[in-house]
């Protein structure tokens, strides 16, 4: 579906452990697996904003993950050699990139940050680009994100607790240990929490010892 979708760039939102982060490295691993099966057209690229410094532009966020990435230790003529081809990737629609971790931004301001991005995807427009964040960072970021064009929002919905028991029925989970666990989530008093997909496996693991929920 994100691979169809028109937009090119697309925000994905969501509470911890909704699963961001999962639905970003599998979209890589499709790109990746064209790439390495003969389609080039299109390179993906991941950008860590945790690793972002004070004062960093999303330039300067690129280069460090190409460095990263690609492994470049080579002298500083032959960098720049490689850059230059990544710049005329990128002007030719032939990157996407995925900028994971709205929320891990350790900048001061990181309002300054997404102007940047904004200019970036506004010079690249032909790229996409896929951003994932919590939902209170994207909320603080409002307007900064509104004067980047063109840009969707997928928003990571969580898991009901009546789902979460309908679940367990499907498992073959006897009613007694369904009925035990549902009162002692209600008594904890983390149905939210319990709604995002890594929170469910973790809790579930803890309170069911089930390791086939665990690997679902």
């Known amino acids: 579906a994100y691979r ?4 090119m760039c ?7 452990g909704a699963g961001k982060t999962t639905v970003l490295i599998r979209l890589i691993r499709q790109y990746a697996d064209l790439w390495h099966n003969g389609d080039r057209s299109i390179l993906p690229l991941r950008i860590n904003l945790n690793a972002v410094t004070e004062g960093q532009t999303m330039d300067d966020a690129l280069r460090t993950a190409f460095n990263a990435g690609f492994g470049i230790t080579t002298t500083e003529d032959r960098k720049r050699m490689v850059f230059a081809h990544a710049e005329q990737l990128l002007a030719e629609g032939r990157i996407a990139l995925f900028i994971d971790g709205l929320n891990e931004l350790k900048v001061s301001r990181p309002e300054l940050f997404i102007a940047s991005l904004g200019s970036f995807i506004a010079k690249y427009d032909k790229c996409r680009f896929h951003i994932t964040g919590r939902i209170h960072e994207f909320a603080a970021c409002r307007e900064a994100f509104r004067r980047i064009e063109g840009c969707g929002v997928y928003h ?30 209600i008594r904890a008093g983390i149905e939210e929490l319990l709604g995002t997909p890594l929170n469910f496996m973790t809790v579930s693991y803890t309170h069911l010892t089930l390791p086939t929920i665990c690997s679902v």
Do not use: A, W
């Open 4 to 7: 169809r979708q028109r937009q």
């Open 10 to 16: 697309i925000r994905d939102r969501g509470n911890p």
């Open 156 to 185: 990571l919905c969580e898991i009901s607790l009546d789902q979460i028991l309908l679940y367990l029925r499907q498992l073959g989970l006897p009613e007694e240990r369904i009925d035990e666990f549902r009162l002692q989530i």
